[in-house]
């Protein structure tokens, strides 16, 4: 069996947590190359992967050395983190002790709302933010920090081959050396705000248990990161990824704005009924506190704790601004079979399973400070 296993790293298969890849070359290309690598090449490997899978069972019990197998290691990390991101509640908490706070991303539209909001929650929170341009992570920085949230990143960009590797050095490489420096300084417990893409899906229902399969460099690049950091997570540095949907909020980004300027300025829209997994900011910086007050680990689905559909959103946004806008069935068979991108991110329906959910704003509460 483990000549197989050879045999398979050999031919450059993606083994997540299996391989540790610094310094490893796949089929003489180095990894990052490898990471970067066609996303048809991936899915070949992963499917190939799925084949195989029995081959590493055997390797749970121990290798040559004694020392426990990696796939025992990696089992155990991911079994420890979903029983700790199941017992999620969706309940207020209160901060135990005074804890310092440091967050990357100084100027980002989550990194900024979760600072005020920690600061306006309570004066046991000593928060500070710092801008990652052109910043070479080291222990130094971190030293005396409690929490480390991870909140920079680049996204809401369109990708290029000639920005492809800029995902990488920032969405991966940059949260890894972060993430290595704060444990190397103490920090306890690293929060890495990660994304839906990584599932690269545009319709259907998303599981825990589902495996990841990004259709872009910037869902790659947040697993890559993800999967690195999940082999950090041991009992005196916890790390827990927060995979947000959709994030909205009075003065956001992204497909909010874009929903917001056609609700304003349409006379007419389709009435769909979809459901959409969605965050209102106020929620997400709310599940970031209570992350911190219970210094959680694992990964979540942050999200409302309603559904959205996507008509009501733009009726309320509409209503709010005073605009007019009459909705009707009539467009719904057309767009049923419409094959655009687009079309599907807006109308089709695209949920988290029911967890994690965060009801400290309702959805009407949302849109009314939202469009305040």
């Known amino acids: 069996m483990v000549n197989q296993l050879k045999g398979l790293l050999a031919e450059g298969v993606y083994l997540a947590g299996i391989c540790e890849t610094a310094g490893i070359r796949f089929n003489g290309r180095n990894e990052q190359d490898f990471w970067q690598k066609s996303l048809s090449e991936r899915r070949l490997f992963q499917k190939r992967l799925s084949h195989k899978s029995?081959?590493?069972?055997?390797?749970?019990?121990?290798?040559?050395?004694?020392r426990p197998g990696r796939t025992k290691r990696k089992r155990e990390i991911t079994d420890a983190c979903s029983n700790a991101s199941h017992n999620y509640e969706d309940i207020s908490t209160v901060p135990c002790k005074t804890k310092r706070i440091l967050i990357?991303?100084?100027?980002?539209?989550?990194?900024?709302?979760v600072k005020a909001y920690l600061e306006s929650s309570s004066d046991m929170y000593d928060v500070s933010c710092i801008s990652t341009v052109g910043l070479e992570p080291e222990p130094e920085i971190f030293k005396g920090c409690d929490v480390v949230f991870h909140a920079a990143g680049i996204a809401h960009q369109?990708?290029?081959?000639?920005?492809?590797?800029?995902?990488?050095?920032?969405?991966?490489?940059?949260?890894?050396?972060?993430?290595?420096?704060?444990?190397?300084?103490?920090?306890?417990?690293?929060?890495?705000?990660?994304?839906?893409?990584v599932y690269g899906k545009v319709t259907g229902e998303i599981k825990k248990s589902d495996v990841p399969y990004p259709d872009s460099a910037y869902g790659e690049s947040k697993l890559s990161?993800?999967?690195?950091?999940?082999?950090m997570n041991c009992q005196n540095f916890k790390v827990a990824v927060i995979r947000p949907p959709m994030v909205y909020g009075k003065g956001c980004r992204g497909n909010y704005q874009a929903l917001r300027?056609?609700?304003?300025?349409?006379?007419?829209?389709p009435d769909f009924k979809n459901r959409r997994s969605m965050i209102y900011i106020g929620n997400l910086c709310e599940f970031v506190k209570r992350i911190i007050d219970r210094e959680a680990y694992g990964l979540f689905f942050a999200q409302n704790k309603e559904?959205?559909?996507?008509t009501q959103m733009v009726k309320k946004v509409a209503a709010k601004n005073g605009h007019k806008i009459w909705t009707t069935p009539v467009f719904n068979?057309?767009?049923?079979?419409?094959?655009?991108?687009?079309?599907?991110?807006?109308?089709?329906?695209?949920?988290?399973?029911y967890t994690d959910v965060v009801g400290r704003f309702s959805f009407d509460e949302s849109i009314e400070l939202s469009e305040k």
């Open 225 to 231: 990161a993800d999967e690195a950091l999940e082999m």
């Open 158 to 197: 369109k990708e290029t081959n000639e920005n492809r590797a800029l995902y990488y050095e920032i969405n991966r490489d940059l949260t890894v050396k972060t993430a290595q420096a704060a444990k190397e300084a103490g920090a306890g417990q690293f929060i890495f705000l990660s994304s839906m893409s």
């Open 54 to 66: 029995h081959c590493f069972k055997k390797m749970e019990k121990s290798d040559r050395s004694g």
């Open 307 to 310: 559904y959205t559909v996507t």
């Open 261 to 269: 300027s056609f609700a304003l300025k349409s006379p007419v829209f």
């Open 333 to 353: 068979p057309i767009l049923r079979f419409l094959p655009f991108h687009t079309v599907k991110k807006i109308f089709g329906s695209l949920t988290y399973e």
């Open 104 to 113: 990357t991303g100084k100027g980002s539209y989550i990194g900024e709302s």
